[in-house]
């Protein structure tokens, strides 16, 4: 590794560090407020409280919960029995074909029942009731 590369990240710390004490916006020098941003965050801003109470929930439930689901999936998906190549292929088509993890409606729930606009991130096209693939918005 070269030497040089923990300098070039080495500052953005105490820059992060510097810019939540002042009040900044890039048109104008920064104004030192001290401490105040963070007495702003913890006793006025609820905001702030639910994003503590959405990052906990994640952590503690939503990924230990996908790890568990993602090591039984690949368990079973690494048995032998019949029909295992079908279940893989059906499994991992999404991940294929839309360059993600799940279903595209999963991933892209803006375009449930309907095609995605050419040149979207994901090359699926999801037709229409009457089976014709047509642009959307």
């Known amino acids: 590794m070269d030497h040089r590369v923990p300098?070039?990240?080495?500052?953005s710390g105490p820059a992060s560090v510097y810019f939540s004490l002042t009040n900044y916006n890039v048109l104008e020098p920064a104004e030192w407020t001290g401490l105040a941003?963070?007495?702003?965050?913890?006793?006025?801003?609820?905001?702030?409280?639910?994003?503590?109470?959405?990052?906990?929930?994640?952590?503690?439930?939503?990924?230990?919960?996908?790890?568990?689901?993602?090591?039984?999936v690949a368990m079973l998906l690494n048995t032998r029995v019949r029909g295992v190549p079908?279940?893989?292929?059906?499994?991992?088509?999404?991940?294929?074909?839309?360059?993600?993890?799940?279903?595209p409606v999963e991933v892209y729930p803006q375009s449930a029942g309907r095609n995605t606009e050419?040149?979207?991130?994901?090359?699926?096209?999801f037709p229409h009731r009457d089976g014709q693939l047509t642009r959307t918005g």
């Open 7 to 11: 300098r070039l990240y080495s500052g």
């Open 118 to 125: 050419p040149g979207s991130d994901c090359p699926l096209a």
């Open 37 to 72: 941003n963070y007495t702003e965050i913890l006793t006025q801003d609820d905001l702030f409280r639910k994003s503590l109470i959405n990052t906990a929930y994640y952590t503690v439930i939503y990924v230990p919960l996908h790890i568990v689901s993602a090591l039984g």
């Open 86 to 103: 079908f279940w893989r292929t059906f499994f991992y088509l999404p991940s294929v074909t839309c360059g993600g993890y799940g279903h």
